[in-house]
């Protein structure tokens, strides 16, 4: 079946320092992958997405690129800052309407000034 | 303002008293389904709706009900709670179609169950 690893938090770093968060994932066919983001005490909101392989999404700074031959979808950012802390879910998603979203266990991130 | 609106945010019960967490959506979305959240677990997708009277099993459904009587709404049923169950919930919708369209999440709702 499908499914999703991220590295485990938690991540710490400085305002301003270069952010990487790992996903790859396992799919039987070519998912569309996202990134959610979820700030202290909201649900969980679409960061990012990229529906084919080599395409890149980006928001807010944030960016990822789906590779397939390595079969990741890693997030990175130039420069963090204190609002970025949160959890961030990497998840995928067959094109077939009929199959739910599969979310990794989720990273979160601490932004010290 | 496009939402998704789940009540309560808080709630805490005893073992067995029966429950009803609410989900309701206003963009018209077809697909909409109930996750837990639990701390090193990440989130599991419990129950879930293609459309009106169509409901199918998630990863973790024992002890759990659904319904979709109408497209908007989709509540989550605990016949009889347990501690297992103590939990952070989220109800999530989107448009039907292809599995590109993001997840609209609401707020979440936090049960205890002493």
């Known amino acids: 079946g499908n499914s999703v690893t991220q590295m485990e938090g938690p991540v710490t770093l400085s305002e301003e320092a270069f952010l990487t968060i790992n996903c790859t994932y396992t799919?039987?066919?070519?998912?569309?992958l996202f990134w959610y983001v979820q700030y202290p005490g909201e649900g969980l909101q679409l960061l990012l997405k990229?529906?084919?392989?080599?395409d890149k999404g980006s928001n807010k700074g944030f960016e990822a690129t789906y590779r397939k031959e390595t079969t990741s979808f890693h997030l990175e950012k130039g420069s963090v800052q204190v609002s970025d802390s949160a959890v961030y879910f990497c998840?995928?998603?067959?094109?077939?309407?009929?199959?739910?979203?599969?979310f990794g266990k989720g990273t979160r991130l601490s932004v010290i000034a | 303002e496009a939402q998704v609106t789940q009540n309560p945010r808080y709630l805490i019960t005893v073992t067995g008293k029966k429950l009803t967490v609410t989900c309701s959506q206003n963009?018209?979305?077809?697909?909409m389904s109930w996750y837990r959240q639990d701390p090193g677990l990440g989130l599991r997708q419990i129950y879930y709706?293609?459309?009106?009277?169509?409901?199918d099993k998630g990863d973790v459904p024992e002890g759990y009900k659904v319904s979709r009587k109408e497209k908007r709404n989709f509540p989550l049923i605990l016949e009889s709670p347990s501690p297992n169950q103590t939990s952070l919930y989220f109800c999530?919708?989107?448009?039907?179609?292809?599995?590109?369209?993001?997840?609209?999440f609401g707020n979440g709702t936090r049960l205890t169950v002493t």
């Open positions: 999530a919708s989107r448009g039907s179609g292809t599995g590109n369209s993001p997840l609209h």
């Open positions: 963009m018209n979305h077809e697909y």
């Open positions: 799919a039987t066919g070519y998912p569309s």
């Open positions: 990229a529906t084919k392989a080599d």
């Open positions: 998840a995928l998603s067959e094109h077939s309407g009929n199959t739910p979203l599969v």
């Open positions: 709706s293609m459309n009106v009277e169509v409901t």
